[in-house]
C-alpha cells in the first residue's frame, strides 16, 4: 500500500547546482514530521539533476520527477500537485535554506487552526555566499483579516514558506499566463484570497538568498507589471467593476505615502477606499459564515456589519481624506481581528 504522509513538500529545481544540495539537506534533515520531498527538475541544463538525484538515491520518502521539457515553474508545479495525497503540501524554493523545525511548526499551527487554509511565515536573509545580509529578516505580517487586505494590493506572503491544505490547493492550479511568469505565486494568492484565510507566523522558517540571477532582480520590470495587475484584478473584483491599473497604483501606493491629489480626485480615491473597506468585510463576514457555525458566528457576523457601517458613515460624514480613511480603516481592521481571534473556536 502506498504511505499517506502528513506533508508533502514540492521543490522546483531549473539550473541551480550552486544551490540546490543546500535547499535539499535541509529539508531532510526536518524531524518531528512524517513527510515525502517532491522534487521536480525543470528540464536544467546544468548539474542539478545530477546532484539531486546523487543526493536522494536510496531515500524512500524522496520523489524525483525529471520533466523532459522546461515548463516554468507554474507548469512544474502542476505537474505533480494534482497527485498529491498528503493533506500539506509544503512549498520551497531551490535557492533557500529550511531552518530547523519549519515543517513542524507550521503542521503544528494548522492543527490548531482549521479555519486557516493558506500558512507561511517570516524568513532569515543571506547572501549569494550564505552570509547575513543587511537587514538579516523579514517579519511578515500576521492574522487572516489584515492579511486579506493587504494582499490585495501587495504580495505579503513569501513563497519558500508556503503551506497550503492539499485540497484547496488543487482547486487552484497555477496560472500558465505568461504575463504572470516572474510573478506566479502572487498571483495564485490573489485569486485565492477571494475565499480563503491566509496567515502567517512570525518565526522564521527559511534561509532567503539574494543573489543576482533571481526572477525578482532579473525579471524585477516584469514582475512589478505582473504584480500591479494582481492588484487591479483583485480591487476590481471586490468592488465589483473593472478599474484601471492607474487606479489600483494610486490606491497601493497611498498605502505608504501622502500623494498629491486634486481635491476632486481625492474625493474620488477616499469614496473607492470606503467601498473597498464596506466590501472587504462583507467578503471576511461570508468566508466566517463558511467556516463558523452556531450562535458565535452570528455574534461576529453582526459585530463586523457594524463596523462596516461605522467606517462608511465616517468616511462619507468626516470629509476624511485617503489617508485618514487609510488609519481608520487599519484601526478597524485591528478591531476586526482581536475580535475573530477571541471568537475562534477551539481546536477539535
Given amino acids: 500500500m502506498e504511505n499517506i504522509f502528513e506533508i508533502s513538500v514540492v521543490l522546483c529545481v531549473y539550473n541551480m547546482q550552486s544551490y540546490v544540495q543546500n535547499a535539499i539537506q535541509s529539508i531532510l534533515a526536518q524531524e518531528g514530521v512524517g513527510f515525502e520531498f517532491i522534487i521536480v527538475d525543470d528540464a536544467s541544463t546544468d548539474n542539478s539533476l545530477s546532484i539531486i538525484t546523487e543526493l536522494t538515491k536510496n531515500i524512500s520518502h524522496v520523489r524525483v520527477v525529471p520533466l523532459p521539457h522546461n515548463q516554468g515553474l507554474a507548469g512544474a508545479l502542476n505537474t505533480v500537485i494534482p497527485h498529491i495525497r498528503s493533506p ?15 515543517l513542524a511548526a507550521q503542521r503544528g499551527f494548522m492543527a490548531a487552526n482549521p479555519d486557516v487554509d493558506v500558512l507561511g511565515g517570516s524568513m532569515l536573509l543571506m547572501t549569494s555566499d550564505g552570509s547575513p545580509y543587511t537587514p538579516d529578516m523579514h517579519i511578515c505580517r500576521i492574522g487572516p483579516e489584515t492579511l486579506g ?8 506572503m513569501c513563497n519558500p514558506t508556503m503551506m497550503i491544505r492539499t485540497n484547496f490547493l488543487k482547486r487552484f492550479p497555477y496560472s500558465n499566463d505568461p504575463v504572470f511568469r516572474y510573478c506566479v505565486d502572487y498571483e495564485l494568492w490573489s485569486r485565492m484570497n477571494v475565499v480563503a484565510r491566509f496567515d502567517n507566523l512570525q518565526l522564521p522558517l527559511v534561509r532567503y538568498r539574494r543573489h543576482d540571477k533571481q526572477g525578482s532582480v532579473t525579471y524585477l520590470e516584469n514582475q512589478n507589471q505582473a504584480a500591479l495587475e494582481c492588484a487591479r484584478w483583485s480591487l476590481s473584483t471586490l468592488l465589483e467593476e473593472d478599474i484601471s491599473s492607474i487606479d489600483a497604483l494610486i490606491l497601493r501606493e497611498s498605502r505608504h505615502h501622502i500623494i498629491p491629489l486634486e481635491p476632486g480626485v481625492y474625493a ?5 477606499l470606503s467601498r473597498l473597506f464596506c466590501k472587504y468585510i462583507q467578503r471576511v463576514e461570508h468566508i466566517r459564515q463558511i467556516k463558523l457555525l452556531g450562535p458565535v458566528g452570528n455574534q461576529l457576523n453582526a459585530t463586523i456589519q457594524d463596523l462596516s457601517i461605522r467606517i462608511s458613515n465616517l468616511v462619507q460624514g468626516a470629509g476624511l481624506s485617503p489617508e485618514q480613511t487609510l488609519n481608520e480603516i487599519r ?5 476586526l481581528s482581536s475580535l475573530i481571534a477571541t471568537s475562534n473556536p477551539p481546536a477539535s
Fill in 88 to 102: 500539506l503540501t509544503a512549498l520551497m524554493d531551490a535557492d533557500d535554506v529550511a531552518l530547523p523545525g519549519r
Fill in 268 to 272: 474620488r480615491y477616499t469614496e473607492l
Fill in 149 to 156: 487586505w493587504l494582499l490585495m494590493f501587495e504580495n505579503t
Fill in 331 to 335: 484601526t478597524q481592521l485591528g478591531k
